[in-house]
């Protein structure tokens, strides 16, 4: 203890360079490089850490191409007198730049570590600092980076004499990207510090994402022409707005810049670069006032509210259905966890608006040559992987509840039944929405098709059912009902229940073509019922094992259903 | 004589080379508020986790209100009710419709669960936030919505794993007087803590397991008088921490050594 028992500590200096401020940077590259170095003590940390490698490498590697096609474009742009080229090039970046680091943390997460160094004397400087160091080695800023290298090494090859004033508007241009990168990133993070915004956004980005997918069949259904109809007049209108108005941003401003000093307009160029600065500066205090209010120990927590006084809210006694006990219970836990749960809400939302996507191509794309009488058992196979999550990982979303099923007098069987009819219901939807979308844009299928499709949705129901049941019992793995990322351990339960699912559809396929091919499609449905039989028994003997199978892996299923992350 | 609340026999976990809970034989009799005590690591959670059929003994047996744990893990649960360690809550539920599900779980009717639902939610000050997710409560609440979760059948036993942790102590005394009250009535309270007042306070026998083994077992009075004697001093005055001390091998003036080698601190 020597050095401490010394006494009083020295009056401190907290500057962004001071003795303590060294001994913090230092310590805390030390307690990185440490995490890193524990974290390859384990074989899963050294996947982790070799899968973190490739990631950048991989993701150099693919923002190489972009690169070349930049410094090729600013050349071009600069040597054939292409200004909008060179100002869309710097638009390119900045987008890229800003939405790559915005998808970080909807995807991973908040980063704790910032908020967990407030804890020190670390001076507001010093965490600012720290901050704007953990955004260059962001993926974003990485390539961020390497893409104005791009436009610098571009520039500088088809106008060798702005060499340096293209790195000092592009290292502006950088930095101007860096600091609204993070000040975008801390917004972000006080959002997504709350369980509510957090939902909100993650569910919008969700369904931002899948609203992108419908834009393909527009574009698809107009090759050749404008889509949604517009007239080109219209375009080269709204266009030539854009093109003034882009011009007071700072892509604009800083291609502006470059540009005006290429034609030995000094001043108009020092203008151009002097207003980038202001933009620059305008970022860095927007970031600065977020991660002042966050130094000063603002509380982005879930903390209770002060309790509220006066009569209780009505409605508490709501409840679904009108029937009770142990199932529907269940049954009703399971569909007000489904009804919070963002990215469950997805999963069931895409299948529908996937074959409402390929229903389009079917009709009149590259797949009009398939038989339209294959839509609807092909659709329906559609309906299933909604449910995937849920069927073979049904007591992963529980995390600390699962311990209740365990003390509960509730055999698990039953448990198992109430979110098997739970999922039945949500398939039963899921497939009446798709079919009904296939009736309406094909007509009714043959009698012998639907027939013989009904027969392998008895065979694949329970199928499903007892194969879900058993991963879930087996290789279960908590999953989050508020975040769409990979969960640890979800890789052997992911890839088994597709590997059943499409066993599950080969098995269809294989009974069902050769019956068309010899024109007995018929045959195709007692061949199909005689295997649902067989299945609907396996499924009654696994649920009947279940509370055996449950008591068996009882501690392993606990353990890895309630993990902490 | 009564069949007691709570019988072991060598009740034994182990995890590969590692012995958690070695040969435990304990019996809590009917009506006792019964404290099982131990420093960090001694098998408590474990011990407690298989009398709630969480976790399987490796060997030995449990008797809860005479039916062997084993045997009739349906019938021991619907007698029971449990605070785990991990709290066991669904936490995207409401605190009303999480105590609507424990109590159609125990098989108990609708008006009746909608009844003891309100009413355990006004008695644990949860009644005002009638829309907030279970998940965004504080670590307190969390706890006293679990309480109300392992009560709401009205069980013949309770087990408690730090029952009092990080409650307020407003909520703290109404849940004494309710266990206390509990216990007037018959019913069984079988109880972990660290905090030893609160177990003085409560408990009429007490247990201390350490590194597995049980190593005291008895009346509060018992342990006072065993230690004392062991000791050759006085018993009316040790409190439960000398005994608990005592017993686990540790003595305050190790303590005031410890204290001596870290002279810096203010």
Known sequence: ?565 | MDTPAIATRGLTRRFGEFTAVDQVTLTVARGQFFGFLGPNGAGKSTTIKMLTGLLAPTSGQIEVLGLDFAAHPIDVKRQIGVVPEGLALFGRLTASEYLRFVGRMYGLDRATVNQRTDELLEFMNLANEPKKLVTDFSHGMQKKLALAAAVIHGPKVLFLDEPFEGVDALAAGSLKSMLQRMTARGATIFLTSHVLEIVERLCSHVAIIHQGRLVANGSLEELRAGVALAGDISHEKLTLEQIFLRVVGGTEANGEEALQELSWLA
């Not at chain 1, 004499?161 to 000092?168: E, I, N, P």
């Not at chain 1, 369980?195 to 527009?218: D, H, K, S, Y």
């Not at chain 1, 499409?502 to 073509?513: C, H, K, N, P």
């Open chain 1, 1 to 565: 203890m020597a050095g401490v028992a010394d006494g009083r500590p020295a009056p401190a200096r907290y500057g962004l360079v001071s003795r303590l401020a060294r001994e913090q940077y230092r310590a805390l590259a030390l307690a990185r490089w440490r995490i890193i170095a524990h974290s390859l003590r384990s074989r899963r940390g050294g996947l982790d850490f070799g899968a973190t490698i490739m990631s950048y490498v991989m993701g150099v590697g693919i923002a190489l191409g972009p690169s070349v096609a930049l410094g090729m474009g600013a050349w071009v742009a600069l040597t054939h007198h292409h200004p909008l080229a060179i100002a869309g090039e710097f638009w390119a970046v900045c987008l890229i730049w800003q939405f790559l680091s915005a998808m970080a943390p909807a995807l991973a997460g908040q980063n704790p570590e910032m908020n967990h160094l407030l804890r020190y004397p670390i001076s507001f400087g010093s965490w600012v600092l720290l901050y704007l160091l953990y955004g260059v080695i962001s993926p974003s800023s990485l390539i961020g980076a390497l893409w104005c290298v791009a436009l610098w090494i571009g520039i500088g090859v088809a106008r060798p004499d702005l060499v340096g004033w293209a790195a000092l508007v592009l290292a502006v241009f950088a930095l101007f990207n860096l600091l609204l990168s993070r000040a975008i990133l801390a917004w972000v993070e006080r959002w997504m510090a709350q369980r509510r915004t957090r939902e909100i956004l993650t569910v919008a980005f969700l369904f931002f994402a899948l609203a992108v997918q419908m834009l393909n069949p527009a574009f698809y259904q107009h090759r050749g022409r404008l889509p949604f109809g517009l007239k080109r007049a219209t375009v080269v209108r709204v266009g030539s707005e854009i093109k003034g108005l882009q011009e007071v941003f700072p892509p604009g401003l800083a291609s502006d810049s470059v540009l005006r000093h290429a034609r030995r307009q000094t001043a108009p160029s020092a203008a151009a670069l002097g207003a980038l600065l202001l933009w620059m500066l305008a970022a860095g205090g927007t970031l600065t006032v977020r991660l002042r209010a966050e130094s000063r120990g603002e509380s982005l927590s879930e903390a209770p509210r002060r309790i509220a006084s006066g009569p209780r809210a009505e409605g508490r006694r709501r409840q679904t259905g009108g029937f009770s006990g142990p199932l529907a219970a269940v049954f009703e836990k399971d569909l007000r966890y489904l009804l919070r749960s963002g990215p469950l809400l997805y999963a069931l939302a895409t299948p529908p608006v996937m074959v409402f996507l390929f229903s389009s191509m079917y009709r009149q794309g590259a797949w009009s040559s398939v038989p339209r009488g294959d839509a609807l058992p092909l659709s329906l196979v559609w309906a299933f992987l909604g449910l995937t999550r849920l069927v073979y990982n049904n007591l992963g979303a529980e995390g600390a509840g699962v311990q209740f099923y365990f003390l509960s007098p509730t055999p698990m069987r039953t448990i198992v039944l109430g979110k098997n009819a739970f999922y039945l219901l949500l398939f039963a939807l899921e497939a009446a929405a798709i079919s009904a979308m296939i009736v309406y844009r094909f007509g009714a299928p043959q009698a012998s098709v639907a027939v013989a499709t009904v027969a392998w949705l008895l065979f694949a129901i329970p199928a499903n059912f007892a194969a879900g049941n058993l991963l879930s019992i087996l290789m279960p793995y908590r999953t989050s009902l508020t975040r769409m990322k990979g969960e640890a351990g979800s890789l052997g339960n992911t890839l088994l229940s597709m590997f059943i699912q499409l066993s599950l559809l080969g098995v269809g396929v294989a009974i069902f073509i050769p019956c068309a091919v010899f024109g007995k499609v018929w045959l195709a449905t007692p061949l199909l019922l005689a295997l649902a039989a067989a299945s609907l028994f396996a499924y009654l003997r696994i649920l009947g094992n279940v509370d055996r199978m449950v008591e068996n892996h009882r501690e392993s299923l606990t353990l890895e259903v309630m993990k902490a992350r």
